[in-house]
């Protein structure tokens, strides 16, 4: 489906839409900053939104945009050899990290 020609307000190029003379402010480096803990601390969208001053809408595109900006390869390191960093023999018991179902125990 083709773009209309006639949009004012639109890339001559592209087709896509701006504003002229937008009312609202891009969002500061601070709070791109806070709102990336924020997402590390797997907060829910409706919590960070009203902390950080950004609407819903405009979070799950900086979200998407994350996502995508994120390199898909893994690296991967030889293990050493010898006991891992976790585990160790203690009373003829192979001791290790506590493995629950899920992340609540």
């Given amino acids: 489906?083709?773009?209309p020609t006639t949009l004012k307000n639109a890339c001559q190029?592209?087709?896509r839409q701006f504003v002229e003379n937008?009312?609202?402010?891009?969002?500061a480096d601070e709070s791109r900053e806070l709102i990336d803990k924020l997402l590390?601390?797997?907060l829910a969208l409706a919590g960070i939104a009203p902390v950080t001053g950004v609407c819903e809408p405009w979070l799950q595109m900086y979200?998407?945009?994350k996502y995508y900006q994120t390199p898909r390869q893994v690296e991967v390191s030889q293990k050493k050899e010898g006991s891992s960093l976790f585990q160790?023999?203690?009373?003829?018991r192979l001791w290790g990290p506590r493995r629950t179902r899920n992340a609540w125990g």
């Fill in 1 to 3: 489906m083709d773009a």
């Fill in 13 to 15: 190029e592209c087709h």
């Fill in 22 to 27: 937008p009312t609202r402010d891009p969002i």
């Fill in 40 to 42: 590390q601390e797997r």
């Fill in 63 to 65: 979200l998407h945009q």
């Fill in 88 to 92: 160790w023999m203690k009373c003829g």
